[in-house]
């Protein structure tokens, strides 16, 4: 079972430069969120979705886009990395009972 | 805003021990759940404790809840090496977000 997949799973961005993170799950669950962790910390929410073509503001959506155009997929973006979007990405998924699955997780580094 | 904060922000038993953390949160809740994460990995989903029951087990999981305290503990009983992890506790207060803990690092001695 695949469950939450992430890709990519390591990049190295130059500052200024952009990219997409991909979400995909195949659970058909309706909410889907995107999370960073930064070292000793807890995950803190950047944007979420509660639906094919919905998307919310999370606690720190600054600096991100996202978009849902399909159930299964989350993308999320940066428009122009900084070096303080240096982090671990997590997506997870979750239906009505709120229990998330998570993906392994994207490590950026900004330079 | 993070609503759990976790007590303690680190813990290190020998194997076999029995291993206590607790969250609080601050607002009311439909369920609190509590994950691991091994280093570097996705979070794992452990238990979901629903806001009308007050025990819950799940193999050598046994997690309580307290809604008069807004407080949770996770027990690990018999503690294994492969239990070695950080426990985040999440609550659900119905608003299609869960809020996190800054979790507790547990570290298992052989």
């Known amino acids: 079972n695949a469950g939450v997949t992430q890709t990519p799973k390591f990049r190295v961005l130059k500052t200024g430069q952009s990219m997409t993170l991909l979400c995909a799950q195949d659970?058909?669950?309706?909410?889907m969120y995107w999370y960073r962790q930064d070292p000793g910390m807890g995950l803190r929410l950047i944007h979420y979705s509660v639906g094919e073509g919905t998307t919310a503001k999370g606690e720190v959506p600054d600096g991100y886009n996202v978009s849902r155009l399909k159930k299964q997929n989350f993308l999320l973006g940066l428009e122009s990395a900084a070096p303080s979007q240096t982090s671990v990405y997590f997506c997870?998924?979750?239906?009505?009972?709120?229990?998330?699955?998570f993906g392994q997780g994207t490590r950026l580094t900004v330079v | 805003s993070q609503q759990g904060e976790e007590d303690p922000q680190a813990l290190s038993i020998q194997e076999g021990e029995n291993a206590t953390m607790n969250c609080s949160y601050k607002?009311?809740?439909?369920?609190l759940q509590w994950y691991r994460q091994n280093s570097g990995r996705g979070l794992v989903h452990l238990i979901l404790?629903?806001?009308n029951e007050r025990e819950k087990h799940s193999g050598r999981l046994r997690v309580t809840l307290d809604t008069s305290k807004k407080s949770s503990s996770l027990l690990i009983t018999a503690s294994r090496a492969a239990d070695t992890a950080s426990y985040f506790c999440?609550?659900?207060?119905?608003?299609?977000?869960?809020?996190w803990g800054a979790g507790t690092k547990l570290i298992i001695k052989p």
């Open positions: 999440a609550t659900d207060d119905g608003n299609y977000q869960l809020i």
């Open positions: 997870a998924s979750s239906s009505w009972d709120s229990k998330a699955f």
């Open positions: 404790i629903r806001s």
């Open positions: 607002t009311s809740i439909n369920n």
């Open positions: 659970m058909n669950h309706e909410y």
